[in-house]
C-alpha cells in the first residue's frame, strides 16, 4: 500500500513537472516574437518592428517596412552577444534611402544597364537611379513598402511572414507580382530567408537582402581585418559603371580570388582594374554549385578579434561581395554610430547583375504559372580559431 501510494505520488509529481514544462515551453514559444511600434513616416505610414529570438541568446529584429534587418546579434567567443548589422533607430532614415541599408530589394537587385531591357519582344523602360542605370528596383522598390505581416513561432524556431504586391508598370517592371519573404531563427543561429514571387505577365525577378554586416559590432569601424572565403572559381568582370561586361573570367591570380580565406583589407587597395572600377570589392562571384539550385556554402567570414563566424548558404547562382566602398560617414546610425568607408560589408545572394541584357547569364524571367523560389541562410558561431 505504501509502495503503491510512493508511486501515485511520484507519478502525480512528474506529470506536474511535465505540465509545468509544457507551459513553459508554450511560454516561451510565443515569446519568440514580439511587435512594437518603429514610428511613423513622414508620409503618414506607421512601421512595426519585428523582433525574432532563439533560446540561444541571438535575436534579429525586421521591420515591416522593407523587410529591412535593423539589428542582429551574436555571440563572440566569451558568449558576448554584440549587434552585428548597421541600422537606424527610426524608420524615415530607410524610407530616404541610405544605401538600402537591410533591405529586401527588387523587383531586381542589383543593376541594369541604361535602365532598359527587352522581353519577348517588347522593350521596358525603368527608372534610372544610379546614374543611367536602374538598381535595386528603383526609385520606390520594395525597399520602401510597408510589406502585410504574419509571424508564428514554436519550440524551435521563430518565423516572420512579410507579403507585398507590385503592380503592373511599377518602375517600368510588367506583370502584377505577388510577393512574400520569409524569416526564420533557429535555436541552430541560423537566419534563413525564403522568398517567393508569382506572376500574371512574363516579367523579370531577382530578390536578395541587403544586409551590412560588421562582426566586430556594427559601430565597430574598419572590416579590413575580417577573414572571407568565396566559394568561387569565377566571377563576372565590370566596366567603369559597375555593368557587367558579359565575360565570365577566372579569378586565380587576381585580387578577387577568395578561395583559400584572406584578410579583405589585403588586396582592397590593389591598382586592379576590377578594383579600380569598383573602388574595392563590389563584385558578383560564381558560386561553385555540384547542382545547380543546390543549397551550398557560398562564403564563410571570420573576425579574429571577436570570433565571430559568418556562413552564408543558398541556392542563387551568385553572391555579391561589397566592402561598403561608398559609406562615407555621413549616415549616423544607432546610438548615434556614424558609418564610415568600408566600416561593413555585404554578401548579396543573387541572379548576376543586368542578367535580362545578358543572354548568357542564368535567366531571370519569371513567367505566368511558374513559382520564383529561393533560399538564403545566414549561420551564426564563434571560434578563437579559424579552423
Not at 351 to 370: A, E, V
Request: charged letters at 20%.
Amino acid at each position: 500500500m505504501v509502495a503503491s501510494m510512493k508511486s501515485r505520488i511520484q507519478a502525480f509529481l512528474l506529470t506536474l513537472v511535465l505540465n509545468i514544462s509544457g507551459i513553459s515551453i508554450a511560454q516561451e514559444a510565443l515569446e519568440r516574437v514580439s511587435v512594437q511600434p518603429f514610428g511613423t513616416l513622414q508620409d503618414g505610414r506607421n512601421v512595426q518592428l519585428f523582433t525574432l529570438v532563439n533560446e540561444q541568446g541571438m535575436s534579429v529584429r525586421i521591420l515591416d517596412l522593407g523587410g529591412i534587418i535593423v539589428g542582429l546579434t551574436a555571440a563572440d567567443f566569451d558568449g558576448n552577444f554584440v549587434d552585428v548589422t548597421t541600422g537606424f533607430d527610426n524608420p524615415q532614415p530607410y524610407a530616404n534611402g541610405a544605401g538600402f541599408m537591410g533591405a529586401i530589394v527588387g523587383r531586381f537587385a542589383n543593376r541594369i544597364a541604361n535602365g532598359k531591357f527587352s522581353l519577348d519582344g517588347t522593350q521596358y523602360s525603368l527608372a534610372q537611379n544610379n546614374g543611367d542605370n536602374a538598381i535595386h528596383g528603383g526609385l520606390v522598390g520594395f525597399d520602401k513598402k510597408v510589406w502585410e505581416s504574419e509571424f508564428f513561432s514554436n519550440s524551435n524556431e521563430a518565423q516572420l511572414v512579410l507579403k507585398t504586391v507590385s503592380e503592373d508598370g511599377e518602375e517600368g517592371y510588367p506583370g502584377r507580382v505577388e510577393v512574400s519573404v520569409v524569416y526564420k531563427l533557429t535555436d541552430q543561429n541560423q537566419l534563413s530567408i525564403d522568398y517567393y514571387a508569382t506572376t500574371d505577365k512574363a516579367t523579370v525577378i531577382n530578390l536578395t537582402n541587403h544586409a551590412y554586416f560588421n562582426l566586430d559590432g556594427h559601430d565597430s569601424g574598419s572590416i579590413s581585418n575580417h577573414e572571407i572565403m568565396i566559394n568561387a572559381n569565377r566571377y563576372t568582370p565590370i566596366d567603369n559603371e559597375s555593368i557587367p561586361t558579359g565575360e565570365i573570367a577566372e579569378v586565380a591570380n587576381t585580387p578577387l580570388d577568395f578561395r583559400a580565406a584572406k584578410l579583405i583589407g589585403k588586396d582592397i587597395e590593389s591598382s586592379h582594374q576590377q578594383i579600380q572600377f569598383g573602388s574595392g570589392f563590389d563584385h558578383n562571384f560564381i558560386i561553385n554549385h555540384d547542382e545547380p539550385g543546390q543549397m551550398t556554402l557560398a562564403a564563410s567570414v571570420y573576425s579574429s578579434k571577436s570570433g565571430r563566424i559568418m556562413n552564408v548558404y543558398t541556392d542563387q547562382p551568385g553572391i555579391q561581395f561589397y566592402t561598403g566602398n561608398f559609406l562615407n560617414g555621413q549616415l549616423v546610425g544607432k546610438a548615434g554610430a556614424v558609418y564610415g568607408r568600408r566600416s561593413a560589408f555585404c554578401l548579396e545572394t543573387q541572379h548576376y547583375p543586368d542578367s535580362p541584357n545578358k543572354p548568357g547569364f542564368p535567366s531571370t524571367i519569371l513567367r505566368p504559372g511558374d513559382q520564383y523560389e529561393t533560399r538564403t541562410i545566414f549561420e551564426f558561431s564563434s571560434s578563437s580559431i579559424q579552423d
